[in-house]
């Protein structure tokens, strides 16, 4: 009887000790295709990551930055077209 008591105690603080563990934070839901996207939704998230980064945390405030260059640079497949005549300073 004294066995299935601890056996029992045991079982449950495993139990216990692997939901705890499972509960980590959650996973931003917006994508970096979602912010590159939706231009308003970015905006609004550099501004809270400049303020309360870590709060948001690192993970969406550095895929917000990476979003933000996206739009910037774009997707990178457009070539470099130098002018055809060289500039006069």
């Not at 509960?23 to 979602?34: F, N, R």
């Not at 939706?38 to 993970?59: A, I, N, W, Y």
């Amino acid at each position: 009887m004294r066995k299935l008591q601890n056996l029992t105690a045991t079982l449950v603080v495993s139990a216990a000790a692997l939901l705890l563990s499972a509960c980590g934070k959650p996973q931003p839901t917006d994508s970096l295709e979602s912010l590159v996207a939706d231009p308003e939704r970015l905006k609004l998230l550099r501004e809270q990551c400049k303020t309360e980064r870590t709060r948001l945390g690192d993970e969406l405030c550095d895929r917000v930055a990476e979003a933000t260059k996206r739009r910037f640079f774009g997707d990178g497949k457009v070539p470099y077209n130098p002018p055809k005549e060289s500039p006069k300073f």
